[in-house]
């Protein structure tokens, strides 16, 4: 890190210098032609703020970037604006312990040591955290706890009796909340801090019967709930596999944090008529009904699929990348991205944009050709087959889902947008599907193959 590091002294000599300039400065000539209009503020270290100007502050954005920088991977963890508020904090202590015989040079290169020094603590001492999200599931009030890796699905009041459990809430919370989801109307309590949480669990949770949790490790806070995030939609995704329609089955496996079911209204006027509003649902209030004992049967019906899919979401949340499989699971989990979005994707023809790539991934990106063989090693298809009787053949299809529908479309050379991409969508969602099931499945079913993801071609 020796040159990042001498650039990072470099910049802090030039806050140095600043914060000579300004000393004297009150608080409002500080702020003068900023816009920002507020008072940019550092911690000193004793419980108090020091008040510096836009040039300071960006040269301080600048220095975390150079640090970042230096420290390559191993920042991959932490989001850069938690990275710049990091150095923020860590930088003002920093200052107010430079001495005054010191020199310029060795007082920037002082302050840099410190700054450095604290960013190795914080990245060391990233917490273990678990995220929890509301969300709608099966139709079954009976459905007992399971898990997708470290993603948990449980009933709601299964969920708070683990809290309850843990720790993490009161008996005055527990109960509380437990009546407000039966219905019933709670008492006002005064504001403290349990008031806030145990609102905020009812806010965030809503009125999803499930709650799904995940439990991150070695990532700073934003990082692990963008994380944690993704980690909830690809187990629903994963889940929604099983069925050979999956956007169907995610239209009622929804976050509260995404989305939920909602009317659509548009206003249609036709000359000389009168025209009602017309409107539409999106969304459904759950996925299909399913019993806890038959759920139960899915997955061990299917226990190399969900052993295949807890491994890729593993690889997702792990924090240096060090697993069995690496290559594998990183074809997998874009595949799984790029379908997750497809299945919610309300233009057909971006679907079928994210479909095509969906099974480019499977394929190692060498297109038409490679998804063929895909097709062929997985699902067992051959490309001159009818994908439907009396239908055009496998070959057809992909040419015009990648070529027509993908390639031109991303390129800006399609000539068909505007058209009825229906039917090409349903076909593009159901051969993403197969090929996608049929891949994690068979890596699911063979631990100890290769780590080549070249394999599903084969």
């Not at 400065?25 to 500080?30: A, N």
């Not at 150095?87 to 302050?111: F, K, N, Y």
């Not at 309300?346 to 394929?363: C, H, P, R, S, Y």
């Not at 895909?374 to 067992?380: M, S």
């Amino acid at each position: 890190m020796g040159a990042p590091l001498d650039q990072a002294t470099k910049l802090t000599e030039r806050i140095i210098d600043e914060c000579q300039k300004i000393k004297g400065l009150g608080p409002r000539d500080l702020i003068k032609g900023d816009e920002f209009g507020l008072p940019r503020l550092i911690p000193d270290g004793n419980g108090q703020t020091v008040q510096i100007n836009k040039a300071i502050d960006e040269q301080i954005s600048e220095v975390a970037r150079v640090l970042m920088q230096a420290r390559g991977a191993n920042t991959k963890n932490v989001r850069d604006e938690e990275w710049r508020l990091w150095v923020r904090s860590a930088i003002g202590p920093a200052l107010m312990q430079i001495q005054s015989s010191e020199t310029r040079e060795v007082a920037a290169a002082g302050v840099v040591s410190r700054v450095d020094a604290e960013l190795d603590v914080l990245l060391s001492g990233l917490p273990a955290c678990e995220y929890a999200f509301g969300t709608t599931l099966f139709a079954s009030s009976d459905m007992a706890r399971f898990t997708i890796g470290p993603v948990v699905f449980e009933r709601r009041e299964d969920w708070l009796s683990r809290k309850l459990a843990d720790g993490s809430i009161s008996q005055i919370m527990y109960r509380r909340i437990l009546r407000a989801w039966s219905g019933a109307r709670l008492p006002r309590r005064k504001e403290t801090i349990d008031h806030l949480r145990e609102r905020g669990i009812l806010e965030t949770l809503g009125p999803c019967p499930v709650v799904c949790t995940v439990q991150v490790v070695g990532h700073s806070a934003e990082a692990g709930r963008e994380l944690a995030l993704s980690a909830t939609r690809l187990g629903l995704t994963c889940i929604s596999l099983i069925w050979d329609r999956p956007s169907r089955v995610l239209d009622g496996f929804n976050l509260r944090y995404d989305r939920g079911m909602y009317r659509e209204s548009t206003l249609r006027f036709v000359p000389g008529k009168f025209a009602l509003p017309g409107s539409r649902i999106r969304g459904r209030k759950h996925g299909p009904h399913m019993s806890s004992g038959d759920w139960a049967t899915e997955l061990a019906t299917h226990s190399a699929f969900f052993t295949a899919s807890a491994e890729v979401i593993e690889y997702l949340l792990s924090a240096d990348g060090q697993v069995t499989r690496p290559l594998l699971m990183n074809a997998l989990l874009q595949s799984l991205l790029w379908f997750y979005e497809g299945c919610r994707e309300e233009n057909d023809l971006l679907a079928i944009v994210n479909f095509a790539a969906a099974l480019d991934a499977l394929g190692g990106g060498k297109k038409a050709k490679a998804i063929l063989q895909v097709l062929e090693a997985r699902v067992g298809v051959l490309a001159s087959s009818p994908v439907y009787a009396g239908g055009p053949t496998l070959k057809g299809v992909i040419d015009t889902i990648y070529s027509d529908g993908r390639s031109r479309a991303i390129h800006g050379t399609s000539d068909k947008i505007g058209h009825d991409w229906t039917q090409t969508r349903g076909i593009a969602e159901v051969l993403a599907r197969h090929a996608l099931f049929a891949s994690i499945e068979w890596v699911g079913a063979n631990p100890r193959v290769s780590d080549d993801p070249e394999l599903l071609k084969k």
